[in-house]
């Protein structure tokens, strides 16, 4: 299948089996892989991207579905949350082995772009998908409270 | 096909530390790196190529810097600095997470008198004569003993290069040493005011001799060790900048995962693999003696060809290993009559008769998975005579031995380029996956990324064993233990991963006893503790597994001294604190964590707080978990409060990382976590059954970090040994359960089983049964082993007969 | 008074003698019918019957060979084994005679002239003529012979007393001759009615059943079954599936999923695997046609997602929502594929809104699913759902159980975890 991906605010085009989840095409095929995998099943939420700003598990969406406006970790520096929460996790020191925060950065960012001033109870609404086994969840939830402040 | 991949930003970003501003990003830290990977990029295939910018802190990019070419400064193993004064800091350890580029980087810069602003980080290449870690006695990085070994050596070869630079500086200058100074790469003479860069004298510098002798900091000189600063790793950890070693990419480069026989010992014996070479993208089909993998263009391509294989598996000795057969095996082997001892004063027997007390009870831990954020992976590229590989792991050299074995070439043909490690916790101390992945890329004329899948991962990891301890101790009229015995019954990881030299002469596994035989409150009074190695079946290997000897030790004796503080009537605080009288440094975290907790305040019905003090890698750590109990029998966490010691702190922040992470790590895997057998397979397979805490389900977690001049201790893994002890005795305060097994078994805490859990009536204020005096104990073991055959020991908190 | 005494008395006699003929009565001689050489269409014929009729589906245990029996069927009163109906001799029904067969699926009588149980759908399978039934059986003696003696049923008494199930015939099969075509409706419509009502059984777990396992109430109208809702599929348009299209109804029988009215689980998901799938899309149409013609009741759950669910977005749910236990679970494990508001976040195979199983206060399909997870390929792509049921406590999976009923199909669930431990169990 081929097809056309709007990835990061560039065009690329992909030749790849329409059920290959987007995960994959992204490392393997695009060499972006900052974007993790981590389950397969979404249930750890290390492979999360935006798609027209929100929140995607990559690794159960086909390319073939696919469409809008993909981001991944490598370009969410230049959203104005993206970016408020990249210095809030170095401020925070968040990260330890740094393994899922991209997933958590990009699920951060679209909960900040969403909601201005989430509330702890926000906080867990939109970043309980994405499991840190160093489990830097204080951090994670000081960060996003600190970037919300920004 | 778009081939030109997109130039992103490298973004810089400023942090502010105590004294001034450092600029660490990408651009800076990773100079180095940006260079050799845009030279690389050129040659490489441009589809294939991470656009994503510098591939940072990987020995491929800074082997000039490491290997014996290097033009410059190379005073010893870890400090290079060019002419034009680039310092380049090669790191012995490997970085998992546990920020050891941060606080190694920290010691040799702070008496190098460089700036961390001013260094690049390397790891080290194998090398086992210039990289052996002090403690662990091999180049690998485990046991939390990277700070505590590297504590003297890295400063030392800081403040002798200092030295060297300085003296060349001076003899220059023609001016006495000591009017000269150092700081930030710089040599300066005081009274003239001249002076010069590290780099300018490095030729000078070199060709000097070693001192004899370095005269160290006084702490209170420090400018680096013991501040705020931030890890230097963060920044390409939140771009998507940071490669991992799943993340390694080669020209011409293809991708494989595997699946490894169901049932450990058994082997492949046939495959029809006709459906799997026709899905589009798939290119080779492997047969290895106990597993079989796909080759494909991508990932997809090759997970998709696994799916479509009709394996058919000899299942091999183990076809119908059980967890429950493997406990019965354990069971049997503890009733041994003699063990292998640890510790023996005094005389147990003697003493626990004459006690007015005795209390006994039956301790057990299960399989653990590591399950690490990253699945195992490796590239490799078998050539001619050798092979390089590119991966994350914890013992570079057991890595490079391990493959050139396969190979059957020298250690030297190959080559490791060791990667950042998403996770490890012990997981790659283990060179399986490794390995394979040699195994995998002997066939093929490329270079392979193997890749495991998740499920790959959790039921072909290498375990943390079980666990079987049985404990007694009999207590004075103040309530304190005067008789203390207990036998560890496992299968030795020490041995596995040592062998028998690892081993004491008379058969104890040191990791096995840790903490047991040395808990914080010093050795008891007529203790007798010994070992029994349990032989696991051919094929199971059990694995060292975050916190090691002490998660299994420290559970057990915290659990236990908290019963006893019970069938003592004595508040369990009250009770530590007189255990710890000659323990000042235990007793002051044991305070600072009960007054933070609020001990002793009330808290609402089905709530409860369990303490624990501990001493394990070197550092003091007490810890109060506040839980609450559902009739149903579910607990959710709702408070963790932690006072740590940890001698000198190379760096405060990351040691608070460590232990809020540790804890919780700790507390995942003692309410949820267990992997079981069952006709010879393991049942768990991704994290819908081994389930990892969320962060919803995160309560709030203060560490209290009481700074004192003891020498560093360890600290990624004494959170992690305080949490399954402070956890059930919570669950106890909140219950009168008494959990003595492994993960948390909700069933037994549902209201209405709780009351059959409580033996009455001593029982229902104890939680442990109490031997009448009738029931003398004869033979050490003879009469709990026996009393166990009949039942009658309370072994998974169900205390009555 | 002694009158009445003695009437009583000799009806009471007169009851116990017709009761012992009946128990006793020996069961329909089986005929004895022409023996042909089965010819290849024949088989193939016979093939594609035996799909339609599902007969693999009940006669197949779990990594067991096809045909060779042993599921069990745990009900109420006990334990019934389906037999091998592979053509081996000593275990299975090779030793059969063509009017053997007949008799069983025709009357439910077993080859030595006893009762079989009505587990055994012989109520359905009765209204095939005998020439698709000997059909069936020539394939069926094609198969493999498989050695494989099945266990004993374990019934408790009086179940376990066959001749009892006489009585049963009396009451619950009362016809066993083969469908009569319907001159006033098509040809196509009267082969929908053959494939639902007969081959494919479906009232057999979509009729309501009474407290002696008898159909009662409206013909497909929804029962519970197996610990799972097998949901009202007659022809009204709120409960029932009037409102599909023939598109939809033929989508949901070839891959378990018809977009926006969900998915197939559990049993339903076998009958798909194992029969519906490889049926002929003009079969699927046929009972399409039929099930829409069916006499429509207005029973069991409808369908129709709260206003609540309209002012969620994929990312969030609507302001203001209480937070819970269940929606707890459900923001950690469930929301990055179902979506807040029901749509499915990575595919529409997630979708939830407008969803039956959610419609259902007592929430039995959901906990079901929830336990065991799903597995699902469609034109629309491929769905995988793991199995919470190890690692999550059964007060959780109540909790969220009941959030999902609330969530998205705006009424109280009644899941207790007493519910979820015996779900467990089935």
């Known amino acids: ?150 | 096909m778009t081939l030109q991949a997109p130039q992103l930003p490298t973004r810089e970003i400023e942090l502010v530390t105590d004294r001034r501003r450092l600029i660490l990003g990408g651009g800076l830290v990773l100079g180095l790196a940006v260079a050799s990977v845009k030279a690389r990029a050129q040659t490489a295939d441009p589809s294939r190529v991470n656009p994503a910018g510098p591939q940072p802190l990987s020995t491929d990019d800074v082997s000039a810097a490491a290997g014996e070419g290097f033009r410059g400064f190379a005073p010893d193993a870890f400090i290079r600095i060019t002419r034009d004064n680039q310092v380049i800091l090669i790191i012995p350890n490997v970085e998992m997470g546990q920020g050891i580029y941060m606080g190694e980087s920290s010691l040799i810069a702070e008496e190098l008198e460089v700036g961390l602003d001013q260094v690049l980080i390397a790891p080290a290449p194998p090398n086992e004569a210039l990289y052996k870690q002090p403690l662990l006695q091999f180049q690998g990085t485990g046991g939390s003993t990277s700070i505590r070994g590297a504590w003297e050596p890295l400063r030392k070869a800081g403040a002798a290069a200092r030295t060297l630079l300085i003296t060349a500086a001076a003899n220059r200058w023609g001016v006495p040493v000591a009017e000269c100074v150092a700081e930030r790469a710089m040599v300066r003479h005081t009274p003239s005011g001249r002076q010069t860069t590290y780099g300018e004298v490095v030729d000078d510098a070199s060709r000097l001799p070693k001192p004899e002798q370095v005269a160290l900091k006084d702490p209170s000189q420090f400018k680096i060790i013991g501040k705020m600063i931030r890890r230097v790793d963060t920044p390409a950890k939140v771009n998507g900048t940071a490669v991992y070693g799943i993340d390694v990419i080669r020209p011409g480069m293809k991708f494989a995962t595997v699946q490894s026989c169901p049932w450990r010992g058994g082997t492949l014996r046939a495959v029809d693999d006709r459906a799997a070479l026709a899905v589009p993208g798939v290119l080779q089909v492997i047969r290895l003696p106990d597993a079989v993998a796909v080759v494909g263009e991508h990932f997809w391509a090759a997970k998709q060809g696994l799916d479509l294989l009709k394996v058919q598996w000899n299942a091999g000795p183990n076809a119908n290993m059980s967890t429950e057969g493997l406990w019965a095996s354990m069971e049997q082997a503890s009733n041994a009559a003699r063990g292998a001892v640890a510790h023996q004063s005094g005389d147990f027997d003697r003493a626990f008769q004459g006690a007015e007390k005795r209390v006994e009870a039956v301790y057990r831990q299960p399989f653990l998975c590591h399950a690490p954020m990253e699945p195992q992976a490796a590239v490799v590229h078998v050539t001619g005579g050798g092979a390089e590989i590119w991966c994350g792991t914890q013992v570079p050299t057991s890595a490079q031995g391990a493959a050139a074995k396969i190979l059957g070439v020298p250690p030297e043909r190959v080559t490791i380029h060791n990667y950042l490690i998403g996770g490890a916790f012990g997981r790659k101390l283990e060179t399986d996956y490794v390995e394979q992945a040699v195994q995998i890329a002997r066939f093929c004329p490329y270079p392979v990324k193997m890749v495991w899948t998740r499920e790959q991962d959790t039921q072909h990891d290498n375990y943390r064993p079980l666990y079987l301890d049985k404990i007694s101790a009999g207590l004075g009229a103040d309530g304190l233990p005067v008789a203390w015995r207990h036998r560890v019954t496992a299968a030795s990881v020490t041995i596995r991963f040592v062998g028998p030299a690892g081993m004491r002469p008379n058969g104890v596994d040191p990791d096995a006893v840790e903490e047991a035989e040395d808990p914080v409150y010093g050795k008891f009074q007529n203790m007798l503790l010994d070992y029994v190695q349990w032989q696991p079946p051919e094929g199971l290997r059990v694995s060292w597994w975050r916190g090691v000897g002490p998660t299994h030790a420290i559970y057990v004796v915290e659990s236990f001294v908290d019963e006893l503080a019970h069938a003592a009537g004595q508040d369990p605080v009250e009770y530590r604190r007189k255990l710890l009288r000659n323990q000042p440094r235990g007793l002051a975290v044991l305070n600072r964590a009960a007054q933070a907790a609020g001990w002793g305040t009330p808290l609402p019905a089905g709530a409860g707080r369990g303490v624990i003090v501990q001493k394990s890698f070197g550092s003091f750590l007490a810890a109060v978990v506040e839980v609450q109990v559902a009739d149903e029998g579910d607990v959710r966490l709702r408070r963790i409060t932690v006072a740590v010691d940890s001698g000198i702190t190379v760096n405060p922040s990351v040691l608070k990382q460590q232990v809020e992470g540790g804890i919780l790590f700790g507390l995942t895997a003692a309410l949820f976590n267990e992997i079981t057998f069952e006709r010879g397979r393991v049942q768990q397979s991704n994290f819908h059954d081994y389930r990892m805490l969320r962060i919803n389900e995160t309560p709030p977690v203060e560490v209290i970090h009481i700074q004192t001049n003891n020498p560093p201790g360890g600290i990624g893994e004494a959170g992690t040994t305080a949490a399954a002890p402070a956890l059930c005795n919570a669950i106890f305060a909140a219950t009168g359960v008494r959990l003595r097994e492994l993960p948390v078994r909700r069933e037994l805490l549902r209201k209405n089983a709780r009351k059959r859990t409580l033996a009455p009536p001593i029982a229902a204020a104890l939680g442990a049964r109490l031997l009448t005096p009738a029931e003398e104990v004869r033979d050490e073991r003879a009469d709990a082993n026996a009393a166990n055959d009949r039942g009658e020991l309370p072994l998974d908190g169900i205390g009555e007969p | 008074m002694k009158r009445a005494l003695a009437i009583l008395a000799g009806l009471a006699v007169l009851g116990l003698a017709v009761f012992l003929a009946i128990f006793f009565w020996p069961a329909p001689a089986a005929r004895a019918v022409a023996a042909t050489a089965p010819s290849p269409q024949l088989i193939a014929r016979g093939a594609y019957l035996a799909t339609a009729a599902d007969c693999v589906a009940c006669h197949t245990t779990e990594n067991g060979a096809p045909y060779a029996g042993g599921r069990p069927f745990v009900l109420p009163f006990g334990t019934i084994y389906a037999p091998n109906i592979t053509p081996d001799r000593a275990t299975g029904i090779g030793a059969w005679s063509d009017g053997e067969f007949i008799r069983a699926m025709r009357h439910g009588v077993g080859r030595n002239g006893e009762q079989l149980y009505p587990a055994f759908p012989y109520t359905a399978y009765s209204k095939m003529p005998d020439a698709d039934m000997l059909a069936v059986k020539a394939y069926l003696f094609r198969l493999q012979p498989v050695r494989n003696e099945v266990r004993e049923n374990g019934l408790s008494f009086p179940f376990n007393q066959r001749p009892l199930m006489k009585f049963w015939n009396i009451l619950f099969h009362r016809s066993s001759e083969p469908l009569r075509p319907d001159p006033q409706q098509t040809a196509e419509w009267n082969r929908g009615r053959y494939l639902v009502t007969s081959l494919g059984h479906c009232g057999e777990c979509h009729t309501p059943r009474n407290l002696l396992y008898g159909y009662s109430g409206k013909a497909l109208s929804g029962e519970t079954m197996q610990g799972w809702t097998a949901w009202n599929i007659t022809s009204d348009r709120a409960h029932g599936v009037g409102a599909w299209s023939e598109a939809d109804l033929v989508s949901y029988f070839r891959y378990g999923y018809a977009p926006g009215r969900g998915v197939a689980s559990g049993p339903m998901k076998e009958a798909v695997d194992y029969s519906l799938s490889k049926l002929t899309d003009a079969d699927l149409r046929a009972m399409a046609v039929y099930l829409k013609t069916t006499d429509p009741a207005a029973k069991g759950p409808r369908p129709v997602a709260p206003a609540t669910l309209t002012r969620a977005s994929v990312a969030a749910p609507a302001p203001g929502e209480a937070d819970s236990l269940g929606r707890q679970i459900f923001e950690g494990a469930c929301a990055s594929c179902h979506a807040w508001n029901g749509q499915g976040q990575q595919s529409p195979l997630a979708a939830l809104r407008g969803r039956r199983s959610v419609a259902d206060p007592k929430g039995l399909n959901v906990v079901q699913t929830i336990l065991r997870g799903g597995n699902l390929s469609t034109p629309q792509g491929h769905a995988f759902m793991p199995a919470f049921a190890q690692a999550y406590s059964d007060r959780e999976i109540a909790a969220v159980a009941n959030y999902v009923v609330a969530h998205f199909g705006g009424d109280e669930g009644q899941v207790s975890a007493k519910d979820v431990a015996t779900a467990r169990r089935q």
């Not at chain 1, 605010?9 to 490392?27: A, C, N, S």
């Not at chain 1, 798609?51 to 104005?80: F, H, M």
């Not at chain 1, 160093?134 to 970037?147: H, N, Q």
Request: with cysteine; hydrophobic share 40%.
């Open chain 1, 1 to 150: 299948m081929r097809k056309n991906l709007n990835v990061n605010g560039e065009v690329r085009v992909v030749d790849v089996p329409p059920d290959m989840p987007l995960l994959w095409v992204l490392r393997d095929v695009l060499g972006l892989t900052g974007t993790k995998y981590g389950c397969g099943i979404a249930q750890c939420g290390a492979c999360t991207i935006h798609i027209d700003g929100r929140p995607v598990r990559s690794c159960v969406l086909p390319a073939s579905a696919a469409g809008g406006a993909i981001v991944t970790i490598e370009a969410v520096g230049n959203t104005p949350t993206g970016a408020a929460a990249q210095k809030a996790w170095l401020d925070l020191d968040v990260v330890q082995c740094g393994y899922c925060q991209s997933g958590q950065v990009m699920s951060a960012a679209a909960l900040l772009a969403r909601n201005p001033a989430p509330t702890d109870e926000d906080i867990d609404l939109a970043m309980s998908g994405n499991i840190c086994r160093c489990a830097t969840y204080p951090r994670i939830r000081d960060a996003i409270k600190r970037a919300a402040r920004s």
